[in-house]
């Protein structure tokens, strides 16, 4: 296996604390010896704070039952004026969002300065609607400034915004205002993407018709097409924020002050609201952020993935925000108008540092270099990449291809509960190895563990688990820190499991070889199977439905689905593509269908999906014992039986 090492520059005006891997080692050694001092003194150097911590972590693992953890209690801070006021002061000309429509020919550039009056202004229209501090604001948006804009806003006043990815469905957007019980929807009339309308609008009128809880519709206008409208409840985000005053003062809040919740699919039952604090999470996400990619001043970094999950929260909004970068945001989609659309962007605003999803990455190499290398990519230094395990084949592409053989790749392995990168390359510091995402940051622990719970020891395969709390990190699920706690903590006692297998080589790498959970990962989007199998039971023909997925070699993972129907019922496949598209979303599409007589159960009625996966990844000769199963003879029907390609 190659070990690539990319030479440390002579760097140029603020240091970055890691800059080679003796300076990584020292840090991560401080951190484990000394996490509160090591925080505290990020956290001292790299936010504002109104009044400055003095304590760093309280509680841990082991009485996480007890309540949340709390870092940096007695601190009080503002997120939006970390991200903004102080930026606006310091260089208020720097461009602060730098922002291109789906049609490359539309841009849009905030400088600090213009951020902050936008800001300002949306808090206090938002303030004027009535949202007050800890009520929460749902926002459905596409990729304009105005979905960074309201998320600022909303942290500004202390209220907890709960961004919802745009394609998710009015059902699924239904259920996370009632989670969470937002006062306020804040959406677009329409968005753009890919050269498709999104009717984000009509989704949130389906969706909070009936929901008394929703007070007020906010609803910035992209396109000024046509949308339904009540003159009780709606309101245009440019009379409301046009009309707002332009100076508001931002309140300090607690360090501790719930900034967001984001919802996210886990193995069972419906997606969890994750929450995420002030003080911790801005610490982490500004530090991550400056580490990994070795952030400079004169930086145009671009992340081109969406608000709606969290790599847009930490990586695109909070974390470049806070450290006064110049932060692209990105409408369309890697394939329009052309292939070679990323590389476009690239040349056009002479990117220096790129993040992006393998799948897109592996979408794009099958299209042919020829894209690639009609466009100028001298301007990039660092290449990242998030959301799944990238394959070695993909990685050479990104670091050959696109990066000239001249830029340091950095693969980051993170979740939405981690808050930020956890384990990952130092841009500059850490030699990599393609397809490994290398060596934890510090302060993070990373072990090894026997599905017993048994500490694996030196090179070797077990389930990941992280063992010492750290500031990023997601403090409980909205309204259920009982669920936090058997969803991470009860696996393991005491460490804080993260569902995904892992190997450690010879020279301590991390390579992660993605969920043992029932957590699907479909083209960098994360989908519960049972949220799937929920979706298929109620389309009236099926009796039962089991997900699992499989290999796919541009989606990471594909969705393969065993259906049962009804006595006497035949199967519609439409049927279920849009049973699936109305519980979830567009993005929810099925690859595989395959009609079955039953499902293996074993004698306690228990689904066996180890075996469905075996069958559903072309293994099915590879099953072991089947004997346990209540009948064995459903085993041989399946393998023999028909595959509809969705
Ligand atoms: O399985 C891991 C995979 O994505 C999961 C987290 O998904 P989500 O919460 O949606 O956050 C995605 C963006 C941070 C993880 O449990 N994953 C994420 N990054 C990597 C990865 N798997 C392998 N390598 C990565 N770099």
Redesign the pocket.
């Known amino acids: 296996m190659a070990t690539y090492s990319v030479p440390s520059r002579v760097r140029e005006g603020a240091a970055t604390p890691i800059t080679d891997l003796d300076r990584y080692r020292e840090a991560w050694a401080h951190a484990e010896r000394d996490p509160n001092g090591f925080w505290l003194e990020v956290a001292r150097e790299r936010l504002r704070w109104r009044k400055e911590p003095t304590r760093g972590l309280d509680g841990d693992f082991d009485s996480i039952m007890d309540g949340p953890l709390s870092w940096f209690g007695d601190g009080t801070l503002n997120v939006c004026e970390n991200c903004v006021d102080r930026h606006a002061a310091a260089h208020g000309d720097r461009v602060a969002i730098l922002w291109e429509g789906d049609d490359p020919s539309e841009t849009r550039t905030l400088t600090y300065r213009e951020l902050h009056r936008e800001v300002q202004k949306a808090a206090n229209a938002l303030r004027e609607l009535g949202l007050k501090k800890g009520e929460r604001a749902i926002i459905y948006m596409g990729m304009v400034p105005e979905a960074a804009i309201a998320m600022l806003a909303c942290a500004r006043i202390g209220a907890i915004h709960s961004v919802v990815f745009g394609g998710f469905s009015a059902e699924a957007l239904r259920d996370r205002v009632r989670d969470c019980g937002a006062e306020l929807v804040i959406t677009q009339d329409w968005g753009l993407r890919g050269g498709k309308k999104i009717p984000l609008k009509s989704v949130v009128d389906e969706a909070v018709t009936g929901e008394p809880g929703v007070k007020k519709v906010l609803v910035y206008r992209r396109t000024g097409d046509e949308v339904g409208w009540d003159e009780d409840r709606d309101v245009w985000w440019h009379d409301a924020v046009g009309s707002a005053s332009e100076t508001h003062e931002a309140p300090a809040l607690e360090a501790e002050h719930p900034l967001f919740i984001l919802y996210?699919s886990g193995s069972t039952g419906r997606p969890k609201g994750v929450v995420h604090t002030s003080g911790g999470y801005l610490t982490y996400v500004s530090y991550t952020h400056a580490t990994v990619f070795d952030l400079r001043p004169d930086d145009v970094y671009a992340c081109v993935a969406d608000v709606g999950?969290?790599?847009g929260h930490s990586y695109i909004v909070y974390g470049p925000l806070a450290n006064g970068a110049t932060t692209l945001m990105f409408e369309s989609i890697p394939t329009h108008p052309s292939p070679a659309r990323y590389w476009d962007l690239v040349a056009r605003h002479r990117v220096t540092i790129f993040y992006t999803a393998p799948t897109a990455l592996r979408a794009l190499a099958a299209q042919g270099n020829e894209h690639v290398l009609a466009h100028d990519r001298s301007s990039l230094r660092v290449l990242g990449?998030?959301?799944?395990?990238?394959n070695p084949e993909a990685w050479e592409w990104y670091f050959g291809v696109v990066g000239e053989g001249r830029c340091n790749v950095v693969?980051?392995?993170?979740?939405?509960?981690?808050g930020g990168i956890a384990?990952?390359p130092i841009a500059p510091a850490t030699p990599t190895k393609p397809g490994s995402?290398t060596h934890p940051l510090p302060g993070i622990l990373p072990s090894l563990r026997t599905p017993e719970g048994k500490l694996v020891r030196g090179p070797g395969q077990g389930l990941l688990c992280l063992d010492h709390p750290w500031p990023g990190q997601a403090r409980t699920v909205w309204g259920d820190h009982e669920r936090f706690v058997s969803t991470y903590f009860a696996h393991v006692p005491g460490v804080y499991f993260?569902?995904?297998g892992c190997r450690r080589d010879e020279d301590g790498y991390y390579w992660?070889t993605?969920?043992v959970d029932d957590?699907l990962?479909v083209s960098?989007?994360?989908m519960g199977t049972a949220e799937f199998e929920s979706a298929l039971v109620a389309v009236e023909e099926v009796a039962e439905a089991a997900v699992v997925g499989y290999p796919h070699p541009v989606k990471g993972q594909g969705v393969y689905a065993y259906v049962v129907p009804q006595p006497g019922e035949t199967i519609d496949e439409a049927k279920l593509t849009a049973a699936c598209r109305t519980s979830i979303g567009a993005h929810a599409r099925l690859d595989r269908v395959q009609v079955v007589p039953g499902l293996p159960k074993t004698r306690s009625g228990k689904v066996m999906r180890r075996i469905l996966r075996k069958i559903a990844e072309g293994a099915g000769d590879e099953l072991g014992d089947i004997s346990t199963l209540a009948d064995p003879s459903v085993v041989d029907k399946i393998k023999a039986g028909a595959i509809l390609e969705g």
Not at 385 to 390: F, R
Not at 411 to 418: A, C, I, K, V
């Open positions: 996210t999950w969290i790599t990449t998030v959301g799944e395990p990238i693969d980051t392995w993170w979740q939405t509960e981690t384990i990952s995402a993260t569902g995904d992660i993605g969920r957590v990962n960098g989007h994360r």
